[in-house]
């Protein structure tokens, strides 16, 4: 059996937080990019069509029932600012 090294690093604390800091950028472009697409369309049909098209691609399921609610969300700001 070999000797443990002190020397080496083995903390893996570390590197998992650096993941998930690296993974955290990618994850706020999909969500910017749903919620701009959800903005996308003319009425309350297709705004929601679309983001939940769009959350059904970037989360799944859930992913497209968000999306529905936003779209459906940005349909009735549009429709205050009228």
């Known amino acids: 059996m ?18 998930s800091f690296l993974m955290l950028g990618p994850m706020l472009g999909m969500s910017a990019s749903a919620l701009l697409l959800a903005a996308c369309g003319n009425n309350m049909e297709q705004r929601a069509a679309t983001g939940a098209a769009t959350g059904l691609i970037i989360a799944g399921p ?12 940005v349909n009735e700001v549009e429709e205050e600012k009228k």
């Not at 859930?62 to 969300?73: C, E, L, N, P, R």
């Open 2 to 19: 070999a000797a443990l090294d002190a020397t080496k690093n083995t903390d893996v604390g570390s590197d998992m937080t650096m993941r």
């Open 62 to 73: 859930v992913g497209a029932a968000v999306g529905a609610a936003v779209g459906a969300v």
